[in-house]
C-alpha cells in the first residue's frame, strides 16, 4: 500500500517564477492538506482540499493556489516566487472525517535564488 | 487563534535517560492533541494522540497525557535510544464545527540527539 507521495522531491527557481508541486494521496485518501514547514520551524497550514474545493485555508496569500483532480491527487501553485517562500513542503492526507490521522509525504524542498 | 508552544530545544540526552518535552496550547473549545515525529530525511509521522481531557496517549515507550486545566500535552520516554533522535513537534486540531476543524496547528518543533 503506497503512502503519500509527493514529486519532485527537490526544486529550485528564481525569484518571481512561478512552481507547481504535486502530490498523491494515500491509497483510499480523499482529504488532501498543504503545510509550509521554513527551516527551524513548524509546518503551517496552506489549505486542505475535499471534493475538487478548497475547503479551509491557512494565512497564506492569494499567491499560494491549488488543484485537487478526480482521482484525489493534488497540485499546489506559487506565483511570483519570494526568496521566503524557500521551505520544505509537506502534503497530507487523510479520509474526511477522520482528520486526526493525517499521513504526511516526504515533502518537496523548494529553493528560490 | 489557535497556538502550540514547546520547549526550547535542542536536547541532548544520554542512552537510556529520561525524556520530557513540553507542549502547551491555546485553544478554543476542546481540541485534539498530537505528538508527530520527523526522522532525518523523512515525512513527519504521527507518534500518539488525545482526543479529550485526562487522555493519556502512548506509542513506542512514549507518553502523553492532555491536561486541560494547565493546557499541556507533555511528552515523555522512561528510557531513551539512540534511534529515538528525530525532530518531535507538538500539534492540535481545533474541535469539530470550529474554523480550525480539520487543520492542524504545530509547535516549532524540538530537535532530541540521544548518544550512546
Known amino acids: 500500500d503506497a503512502g503519500v507521495t509527493q514529486s519532485p522531491t527537490h526544486l529550485i527557481k528564481t525569484r518571481g517564477q512561478q512552481v507547481t508541486l504535486r502530490c498523491s494521496p494515500k491509497?483510499?485518501?480523499?482529504?488532501v492538506s498543504w503545510y509550509q514547514q521554513a527551516l527551524g520551524q513548524g509546518p503551517q497550514f496552506i489549505f486542505q482540499y475535499y471534493e475538487e474545493e478548497e475547503r479551509q485555508r491557512g494565512n497564506f496569500p492569494d499567491r499560494f493556489s491549488g488543484h485537487q483532480f478526480p482521482n484525489y491527487s493534488s497540485e499546489l501553485n506559487v506565483n511570483a516566487l519570494w526568496l521566503g517562500d524557500s521551505a520544505l513542503y509537506l502534503c497530507a492526507s487523510s479520509l474526511n472525517g477522520r482528520a486526526y490521522e493525517q499521513y504526511f509525504g516526504p515533502g518537496t524542498r523548494l529553493t528560490v535564488t | 487563534g489557535d497556538s502550540v508552544t514547546q520547549m526550547e530545544g535542542p536536547v541532548t540526552l544520554s542512552e537510556e535517560a529520561f525524556l520530557t518535552i513540553n507542549c502547551t496550547y491555546t485553544a478554543t473549545g476542546y481540541p485534539s492533541l498530537f505528538w508527530y515525529v520527523q526522522y532525518p530525511g523523512e515525512g513527519l509521522q504521527l507518534l500518539l494522540k488525545?482526543?479529550?481531557?485526562?487522555d493519556k496517549g502512548s506509542n513506542k515507550g512514549f507518553e502523553a497525557t492532555y491536561r486541560k486545566e494547565t493546557t499541556s500535552f507533555h511528552l515523555e520516554k522512561g528510557s531513551v535510544q539512540v534511534s529515538d533522535s528525530a525532530v518531535y513537534f507538538c500539534a492540535l486540531r481545533g474541535n469539530a464545527g470550529g474554523t480550525s476543524y480539520g487543520k492542524l496547528t504545530f509547535g516549532q518543533g524540538t530537535i532530541l540527539t540521544v548518544h550512546p
Open positions: 488525545a482526543t479529550k481531557a485526562d
Open positions: 491509497s483510499g485518501h480523499d482529504t
